[in-house]
Every structure is written in structure tokens, then in C-alpha cells.
């Protein structure tokens, strides 16, 4: 090999002589361009004489490799001989002589390598001794040397380890020390082919405790430090952040976590938070256990409320169980809160529910009105007001606003008359619509006035009932004017009557001033000269097909245009008549028994805590059932059942007398708003 090899001051004269012609032939370049362009004799001379002096600094390279190959051997000779090294460090000897043959290797075959000195294997990231680190990381070395690994086996090996995914081949690197994902320690094993020589034989050499999976361990145990939201389990309803330092610690959590999960306890309270809103749950402002003993020994008594067993913790408070001892429970409830007005530390920090007991114990009930649970007491924080965004309420008012001017625009657009008109004061460059307007308010009032009646029915009922409620927040909807007005309670309702009569009064008022509508602009749409009707706003026959009872009004009273054979896509219609129809649709979405809605209102007066669940999942089957399968073409019932899904879908908050039935008229009165909104939203087909 040294034969071949010329001198060091050999390749520098070469190369200082390339680079005199490099420079000659520069100068000569700005002084007779012409004579230069097509002189490709110069060129290959350059190019012939670069390939010289690559071949004579990869003979070098050939050469110090076989130097420090020598050095080795004879290394392992005086330990061999003078018996001074250790069998470890004879096993690392020949660990570097199989690298650097390895290296060698590489060097004839053209391929890119690492430097070698003095025994050790090293890049421009790092110094490598095998698969040991400098920072002594990595799997130590075991009793199996390379010298058990014959080349074919190692060429297979290396082969088979380059073929392997991308990922795959890094964490093995990872494993034996050789990679570390972020600042590499050395080269890649997916760039460099001597590395992934480094990895087989790391992983032969290791192969015993690879095989025991301690090096997995380590990287198991490794260091993560990152923080997780532990679910609250004391009710509060806020997460708990902790902080988990490995994958250990991790998993022990997550196996706690399942089984806090899977407990009695946990399902009991996971079960009592859906019967209640978030509302009910607001952490520091819950009661205490002192404040709910006070409340017990001080505001209850034998007289009116017997307790039985100490206040029990649930998520939001306390349950008192005990026994009414009055003759009444409204007379009962009266009493109590009069001892609770005059107690000073608790009037304003706390108030008190009579209800089924949310999650009865497995004793049978004694009478069979208990069978969803005895009757409790609840202590609960004052305030269950619902959090509220201002801005974002007057903001989601503002954009349905919009879009009831909206419609009332496009209600227009399949009128003849008004669009030839609009078309020609676009053409002329006149921007003034005032025309319009005359033509487009009454659509948008009509319709407020139905909303109006639906939100004055509501707070007549509150302000009877003595409790409070939020401002109205309408709900935009890209089919009618509006999706649904939401009102919410601030302050418990004192029974189920007076929930129920808030919850139906709404709906009730706003939908039959829309019938009142709807046969008023029907009247005069049949009345209208024809003049006047060529310029009737129209509403879509597949809307008006949307409601059997709205569709067959219609339908009744303009002579078969809806369903009759000559029935036109789009149906000219009185101002008044329109607003009406669609507020019909509205007020009717608005009794559908769903969490927080009037409709789920409605249904928690009528079947309980535990009966509005049952409905609901009806309602839901029902709306998700007609939309999937094409009795929905508006996509009115879908897109109301998905706000409220997000919206609506917690039970209202708790009245203060839970345990009084409703009477049979509000009884009778529930069974006609399920045949309103029946009529209502079954499609025609």
C-alpha cells in the first residue's frame, strides 16, 4: 500500500501547480475571452489533474488508517503477552480493529467516513469508542465479543439493518447510545452507512441485555417532565395540575386514574354532576362541611326537617337526608327559609333544595312515589347564576339580527318585478334602494313580534314566579330568520309549577301570535290586487313542505299551491304570512324536550330529573333519525339538535320544591305542546 502512496510535499506541489494554471488561465481570460471559450484541452488538463490530487488525498487516508491498524496489533500483542489488559479491554481492542477494517472497507469503496486516531472512531459531532459516549451514556459492553460475528453474517446484518424504516433504524441507534433524536451524538444512521456499521455491531455485542430488556428500561424510565390535568374528584369541577417526572410515573397515574374512574364513588358522582348544570359547581363559592352542619343544626329541627345522618359531600354541596315532619311540604319549605332569612352567617352564602335524592341507595323504596329516590335536602352555594359572556351574547344577537334583515332581503329575490327593478338600478348606476326598504321592514318586524310575544310570555311567568333570568340571546340560523331565542334562569324557580309555567309560556304566546300571522297575511294575500301581488316577497314550497300544519294552512287558504300538481317552486306570500309560518317552525323547535330548552324545561316538570334523560335521548334519536334519513330536506331539525347538543345540553338548575307533582291541567297542557310541535315539524312528503 505505502508503495503507491506519493508524499505529502509531492500532493502539495500538484495542487500549487493546479492552482497556477487555475489562476493563468483567469488572468488570460480577461485578456483574450474569445481565444479561451473553446479551449477544452486546458479544461480536461485542470479536471485530469483535480482527480490526481482526490486519488492521492484518498491514498493518504489509506495509509493513515493502516497506520493506526498496525498500532492496534501491536497493542493487543503487548496485552496479550504481558497478560496487563483486562478481558474487557482486549475485547475493545479488537472492537476498534473490526471498525476501522470496517472503515478501510468504506474508504475503497468511495463512501463518505468518519475520522480515525488513535483507536477511537469519530465524526464532526462527536468521539465514539465503539458504542460507548463520551458522556457514558449507552448499554455497557457485554462478555460477547465480535470476534463470534463472521463478515458475511456482519455484511447481512448491515444490510438488513439499512432496509429497516427510517424510524426504526433510529431508535435502535437511540438504544445502543448512537443517536439521541435532538443533538445527534454522531452522524444519523439514516445518512452515514459507516454508523449503521456501528449500530450492528453495538446491538451483537449487547444482544444479552437487549435481550433482557434493560436497555428499554432505561429509555422507559427516562425523564419526561411534563404536566397533566387530574380530573377534580373533590366536585369543584376544576382541574388539578400535576406534574409526572417518567413514563413510570405516568402509567402509575393513568392506572390511578382508571381506577378512581371505575370506583363507586367516582361513577356516584359522575352520575350526580349530570342530573345538575355546571351552574350548581363553582368551587370556592361552594359550601363548606361547617357551613352545611350549621345549616343542619341550626336552620333544621325537629319541627320542620328531621335529619337522619350528617350532610354527605356530593359534587356543587351537601345532602341532608332526613324526614319532613310538616303537614305539607310548601308549608315545610316556607318554615325552613324563614329560619334560614334569619340566620346571618349562612342567608347569604347558601340556599337549600327539597328534592328526589339524586342517586338512592339499594335500599327498597318505602312507598312507591320514592322509587326514584327519597326526598332529600340539597345545600347549594346562593349564587347558580350560569357564566354568561357578555360580549359574546350581544355579538351572537347582533350577527342574528343581521341575518333576519337578511332574509327579509332575500325573500325578494324570486320576485320578478323587484329584481327587474333592482337590475335596472344597477345598470344605471343608482344606488339609492330606498324603494326597498318600505318593502323589506315589515318582514323583519312581523317576525320580532313574534319573538316579542315568546319573550314577554316568559318573563310575565318569571316576575309571577319571583325568580330571575337572563337577557334573551338569539341564535342565528342560515335557513330561517332565526334558530332559537335562549334564556336562561338565574335564580332557582320555587317549584315545578312555576318552571313549568315559565318554560310553556314562552313558546305558547310566541307561537300562536304566529298563527295570528300566518291567517292574517294569508287573508290578504288572497285579497291583494294583482298589481300589488307581482310584488309579494315569496317563500320556497320545499320551506313551506318543512311543517304539515304550516304547510296545509297555507296550502288550504292559496288554493292547492302548495300541494297541488301546478304548484310553483317558490309561493308569493303576504309580509305578515311569512313572518308568521317561520315563527310557527321557531316557536315549535323551542318545545322539543332537549337539556336547557323550554321543551327540556318542560319535560323535567313533567317527568323528573330522571325522566327528562330518557326523553331526551328520544328527542335526539328522533331529529339525528329524520335527518339521515331524508325527512329533514331544510336541515332545520339537525341543525337545531347539533346547537343544542353544545348549547343546551345540560338540565336546568334545580328548584327550590322539587317533590310536589304538577297538577292535571298543566298535565293536559304539556300533551298539547307534544301535538303542537308534532303538527309542527313532521314534514310534509
Known sequence: MKAFAPSKSSSFHHMNHMNHHILHSSSSSNSNNNNNINNKDSAQSFMAQAQQVKLEAKAMELELTMDQINKLEQKMKFAQRNNEAASVAVEDLERDMKLLELKLEAIENGEKVPAVSNGNVSNNNGNINGNKMEDGQGPATSSVTTSALSEDRLESAILSFRQLPPYMRRRLAEIVGLYDGDALTNVDPDDDPFVAAQVVLALYENRVELASGSPFEEQRKKRVQIQVQKPSMDGSGRPQLIEVNSTDELLSYLNEIESEMNSDESRRERFISSMYPEATRKGEFEPSEEQALEFMESVLSTKTFSPKSKPEKIPGGYLIRGTNVMSSNEKMISSVQEQLDNNSNLSDKIQFHYLRDPYPGEEEPVEFEDIWGEPVMLVLAKDVSPERNQFVATLTTLISLACIGIFSVEAFSATPDVMSHLQASYDSGDSDLSW??????????????????????????????????????????????????????????????????????????????????????????NTIDAASYDLLPTLPVDLIKASSLGGNIIDALTSNQVLGSMAAKDLPLHPAAIAGFCGMIINALCLLPIGQSDGGRIATAVFGRNGIVLAQAFTYFAVFGAAIFGYDEANILGLYALFSVFAQRELEVPCVNEIDDLDLGRSFLAIFGSVVVALTLIPIK
Open 436 to 525: 326597498l326598504t318600505p318593502r323589506v321592514i315589515p318582514i323583519f318586524f312581523y317576525f320580532l313580534a313574534t319573538q316579542l310575544a315568546h319573550e314577554i310570555g316568559h318573563q310575565l311567568f318569571a316576575l309571577k314566579g319571583k325568580f330571575k333570568t337572563c337577557a334573551p340571546t338569539f341564535i342565528p340560523s342560515p335557513t330561517l330568520p332565526l334558530l332559537t331565542a335562549v334564556t336562561k334562569i338565574r335564580t332557582p324557580p320555587k317549584s315545578y309549577r312555576d318552571l313549568f309555567d315559565f318554560a310553556l309560556a314562552g313558546p305558547l304566546s310566541g307561537f300562536f301570535v304566529s298563527i295570528g300571522l300566518l291567517l292574517f297575511g294569508l287573508v290578504q294575500t
